[in-house]
């Protein structure tokens, strides 16, 4: 066991001062990871802000349900019990005729005016209840199923529209997820072929290790570890970026990009999230780019 502790600390070392003694390569590996992961943490973000838009914007869908003007009590509870029974059922709200009146009355003079002296017997407005779905996506059979309900009259939910919106979120996410994917390869591409002409500059170094009768792991592990740590140093300007650079747009935008109808995702856990997936990349190529450079010298 402490052989192995010593042998693990000796390759550790020698890989700092690899680092150190092939400074420029080490440096053109790094700033290679850097500004890929860079462009991969924008893509991360745009990609997750845009997700929880379309989130927010499918539970702000809401269908209106318009209920015959002759209704009594009784019919409205039955139409209540009806609405209870439905499987995409979220949540509904009931808004008597009296009550959307008050709230115009409150939005204008002109309203109050022509308003003020309705009673329940002469207020031509309708009862409805606002219903919001699990699955926005089944919306309209969920609308469908309350029209056959007695006692409604009619049924809105922006019908068109929300479809057409529908198809569109599908479609970014779709794209998004797709170059959120691609960017991820072609960073893994980028940062293992720079890391491949690290090694390549030393194959002479691995030639003399196997002539002086070097195993392949004693010859692999310190370049390995090398690998990892400049994984892990490529990944900080981009971590430093995420953490504080999100953080700071989220608190001077107030949460919000535009207008309140566009809403940023919360920096925590967000930014620890982006920030471990970063470091994850990083490290992970770095050691399987120094790994696949290494072997292909190895057998020769």
Known sequence: ????????????????????????????SISCITITLIVVALALILSSNFDNFTKLMKEDFTIVVFLDNKIDQVGIEQVEMEIEKLENLDSYEFESKEKIAASLMQTSD?????????????????????????????????ANEIKNIEGVSVVKYGEGIVEKLLAV??????????????????????????IKLTIFSRKKEIEIMRLVGASNINI??????????????????????????????????????????????????????IS?????????????????????????
């Open 169 to 194: 979120f599908n479609n970014v996410e779709k794209a998004l997820v797709i170059i959120v994917i691609a960017l991820t390869f072609v960073t893994a591409f980028l940062i293992t072929n720079t």
């Open 1 to 28: 066991m402490l052989k192995m502790f010593r042998i693990i600390g000796r390759n550790i070392r020698d890989a700092f001062r690899s680092i150190f003694r092939n400074f420029s390569l080490s440096v053109a």
């Open 110 to 142: 002109i309203f109050k005016n022509i308003m003020k002296d309705w009673e329940s017997t002469n207020n031509p407005l309708q009862d409805t209840f606002l219903v919001k779905v699990n699955e926005v996506e089944k919306i309209k059979t969920t």
């Open 276 to 300: 471990l997936g970063l470091c994850g990349i990083g490290i992970i190529v770095g050691m399987m780019g120094s790994l696949i450079a290494v072997r292909k010298y190895l057998k020769i």
């Open 220 to 273: 692999e592990l310190p370049f390995v570890i090398e690998g990892l740590f400049l994984g892990i140093l490529g990944a900080l300007i981009p971590v430093i970026m995420v953490i504080y650079g999100y953080a700071n747009i989220y608190i001077n935008f107030d949460g919000q990009l535009f207008s309140p109808f566009v809403q940023l995702v919360h920096p925590e856990p967000f930014i620890y999230f």
